[in-house]
């Protein structure tokens, strides 16, 4: 196995690229932000193409269009994003929200009689590889948790020399952030877990703001600032 092209390796590489991103963005932002211009004025600076110039390993684009709409797509190691839906005019400012409202992925588990402690599939049965696991054997609390590595594709099974009985467990998707309940085991001490993936890599934008910096915009969303530079001109 190359390390390299670990799930786990690939995901932290994507998560440290779009933290530094975004908050080299932030620090710009704020350096330089200008007043917002007066609405009437708005719809002439901001609509056309704009491309998110952020080295090879991340890119991605933002279009606004005069009948109020916008694309977004992003791509940042092994993390693609994308929404669309309406902008709109909040004071000076213009801002976007997704239509329709993105919906959440969701986690379900159950107790199986035999296999490894847990495994991650998806709806179709497939093993996920990469899930970052945590295993309780307390009453619910933290002082007696073990950070159990990533999951196979056949799962993950509690080291051989534990002798602590599991009595909860916790996952994580690293490449969109995802953490599930916390699932408790019964007797069986084994899990099947299922990530429905629903909407999973569609943005829910929610009023996220754009400041207009010389030809290029500024997106402010909850984990930072971006920064899109026209080309279609």
Known sequence: MRIAHHP??????????????????TAEARRKDK???PPALVPVELTGTYRLDAGPDVAGTLAITADRRFEYRLAAGALDEEASGRWEFVGARTCLTTEPTPQPPAWA??????GPTVRVVWPNGS?????GVR????????????????????GWTLP????????????????HDLTSPRFPFDAARRLLVTLVPNDMGKVRFDKACLDPQGTALVLHRGE???KFYRFDR
């Not at 909860?168 to 490449?175: F, H, K, Q, R, Y």
């Open 224 to 226: 930072g600032a971006m």
């Open 109 to 114: 588990a159950k107790s199986v009689a035999k």
């Open 127 to 131: 093993g996920i590889a990469g899930i």
């Open 8 to 25: 786990a390796v690939r995901a932290c590489t994507t998560t440290l690229a779009l933290a530094m991103l975004l908050a080299t963005g």
């Open 160 to 175: 051989p020399d534990e002798k602590r009985l599991p009595r909860w467990i916790e996952l994580i998707e690293p490449v």
């Open 135 to 154: 295993v309780g054997f307390g009453d619910g609390g933290d002082t007696a948790a073990l950070a159990g590595g990533y999951t196979l594709e056949d």
């Open 35 to 37: 007043p917002a211009p």
